[in-house]
């Protein structure tokens, strides 16, 4: 089997990729264990967002969403195949997820919703261009 070797872009993206699912892995523990106490202290406007009451499917597909893109992004580096099944999972994931706040939560703003989807969408679509250009292995 051979193999392309990955360009200076690959390794950027990469490494980009990594940092904002590890961006949103903290996201989720921040809102995993942040108490009461600490709720009141924040703006009103992020208080709404952590006292609305998410269905526990929610926080599931949240937590597999970005810890399955930390590691999907960890295999991208490592230029495994299965980087692309883990970004496809994370990736639908995050998009149910997303559309779920679309239409059952008063948003503040769709920016960030909106970058969650074209970004999971681009994971799976740049893992898949890598695996077929023989950049994954």
Known sequence: MTTTK??????LISILALIWNILGAIAYLIQAYMTDEM????PEEQQKEFLYDHPAW?????GLAVFGGVLGC???????????H?????GI????QQFYLFFNVELNSYVMPIMIIVFSIFLIWYAKKNTTEGILN
């Open 58 to 62: 929610y926080t599931a597909l949240f």
């Open 86 to 90: 883990l970004l496809m999972i994370s």
């Open 93 to 96: 994931c995050a998009i149910t």
């Open 74 to 84: 960890i295999l991208l580096l490592f230029r495994k195949k299965s980087a692309f």
């Open 39 to 42: 709720i009141v202290q924040l």
């Open 6 to 11: 990955p360009t200076k872009s690959f390794w």
